[in-house]
């Protein structure tokens, strides 16, 4: 399944469109865990370390 994936640091969220499919987009919090689908879910990134990084450049 082809997919589209949106990071937004702002709102540490990401957005995953689906092109082969009718169902909405998924916005998930950069604290979860994300399956990729054109490996059917066998491979899960993780973006928590993201979210760390993203929260250290805000201090700045």
Do not use: T
């Not at 540490?12 to 169902?23: N, P, W």
């Not at 919090?29 to 993203?54: K, P």
């Amino acid at each position: 399944m082809r997919e589209y994936w949106i990071l937004d640091p702002c709102q540490q969220k990401l957005i995953v469109y689906f092109f082969e499919s009718e169902v909405c987009p998924v916005i998930y919090g950069l604290n979860e865990s994300v399956a990729v689908g054109i490996f059917d879910g066998e491979l899960e990134i993780e973006f928590s370390d993201i979210r760390r990084w993203i929260e250290e450049e805000k201090e700045y």
